[in-house]
């Protein structure tokens, strides 16, 4: 039995570890702080079918039906996602066209529910949207947004359950290796020796490489901060609750956290933070908070918000911020692939924010690679060829994923 080392204990880490096992690896977990310490549990933990490239929405329908799935997995049979669905507003002709070209795309690769509704249809299925201004959205009921701590908790019990080993406070901080290959890795908890091992560390991927004298891959890790909404004015509690993960025009997005909090995020523009700690993800620069000046961001982005929302403009008040970081690559793509100079590395990093949505497909992928030991161009994926090409170290840029909140 081939053993593996995963390095990285967040949802991507453990679901590969799961899905290893299940392929019959004999696999050891390696996690620097707790289960779930690092972005998975600062996520807004969207997930969506609704992407640019028509693999990337085959593996995405696949992870759907898996968390629909791993609920059956876990301990009290919690379900770890919530399908109040996507909805991708659009007041720009030329946007709009194009959404609706990846309608048709998104169609064709399988997302039968996926829909593109003109003004009037939008206000009439969702009655708390714009009157004016918006030309159209696109929806898809069957996205929405997992439980992260469901994910990665869940996902570690049942690591254990399959006979595998989860290693917590076990920093991986030297390597051993024989030529090209990688023969054992130290960590505080001792030395791991393995035939493969697995990077799942995202946003601390660069530091990584330099312990194990792996490439350095291009994933700079960018902060992003959320901030939550208390409910106020005439929106009822049951309405929020119900709320899909929206998208403004501008970019900004909102989802229910409950019935009388809203979470609002969005990509914003922060320098790369290569030498981050763990602290840091809590650190909030007064910029983003919600506690000083009104000219900070995120009162800027709720005002936004309540012009294409305009119920969101009677809530009561930000009520907290929070922050994490992301692992992002210049393409908006992860890589998915063996490493260049340690030919025994698989790397499963750089997911700009959609680490947590792609997991399972992820997990898949890494658990192809390290059956056939080498990468891979295609991954049969329920009858159907998806291209990996994309996802390859060392690929050009060309291919960018164009729906990046």
Not at 42 to 47: H, W
Not at 103 to 121: K, P
Not at 179 to 206: H, I, S
Not at 322 to 334: I, K
Request: negative net charge; proline residues 5%; glycine residues 10%.
């Amino acid at each position: 039995m081939a053993r593996v080392v995963v390095i990285g204990g967040g949802i991507n880490g453990v679901l590969t570890a799961r899905e290893l096992l299940l392929a019959g690896f004999e696999v050891t977990l390696a996690e620097a702080e707790h289960v779930g310490a690092g972005s998975s549990s600062r996520t807004a933990a969207g997930i969506r079918q609704q992407f640019s490239t028509p693999g990337t929405v085959r593996g995405m329908r696949y992870a759907v039906d898996f968390y629909r799935r791993f609920a059956a997995e876990t301990e009290h049979g919690e379900s770890p996602i919530v399908q109040n669905g996507y909805l991708f507003l659009y007041a720009d002709q030329v946007q709009w066209e194009r959404a609706r070209e990846r309608v048709v795309m998104q169609r064709e690769a399988g997302l039968a529910e996926v829909e593109a509704l003109g003004a009037a249809e939008l206000v009439e299925r969702f009655d708390w949207v714009a009157r004016e201004g918006l030309l159209g959205a696109t929806w898809c009921p069957t996205d929405g947004f997992l439980l992260p701590h469901v994910v990665y908790n869940e996902g570690a019990r049942r690591v254990r359950e399959l006979g595998g080993t989860v290693l917590q406070r076990a920093p991986v901080t030297g390597a051993r290796t024989a030529g090209d290959r990688l023969v054992a890795v130290q960590t505080a908890k001792g030395e791991l020796e393995a035939d493969l091992f697995v990077d799942c560390t995202n946003a601390w991927t660069r530091r990584t490489a330099r312990v194990l004298g792996a490439e350095d891959l291009p994933v700079e890790p960018l902060k992003r901060y959320l901030w939550f909404i208390q409910r106020g004015g005439p929106m009822t509690a049951e309405t929020l609750a119900g709320m899909p993960l929206t998208i403004c025009p501008d970019g900004t997005y909102v989802k229910p956290e409950n019935g009388e909090l809203l979470q609002m995020g969005r990509k914003h523009d922060t320098p790369p933070e290569p030498a981050f700690s763990y602290e840091d993800q809590d650190h909030i620069e007064p910029a983003y908070a919600h506690t000083g000046d009104l000219d900070a961001l995120p009162f800027e982005l709720w005002a936004g918000v309540a012009e294409w929302i305009p119920p969101v403009g009677e809530f009561a008040g930000i009520q907290a911020t929070t922050a994490g970081y992301y692992g992002t690559t210049p393409d908006h793509n992860p890589f998915l692939g063996f490493d260049r100079r340690r030919t025994n590395l698989v790397r499963l990093v750089g997911f700009s924010g959609h680490g947590a949505m792609m997991a399972p497909f992820t997990a898949r992928i890494g658990t192809a690679l390290a059956t056939a030991g080498h990468d891979l161009d295609h991954l049969d994926l329920d009858g159907h060829a998806v291209d990996l090409t994309c996802f390859q170290l060392g690929r050009a840029f060309d291919s960018t994923e164009e729906m990046v909140i």
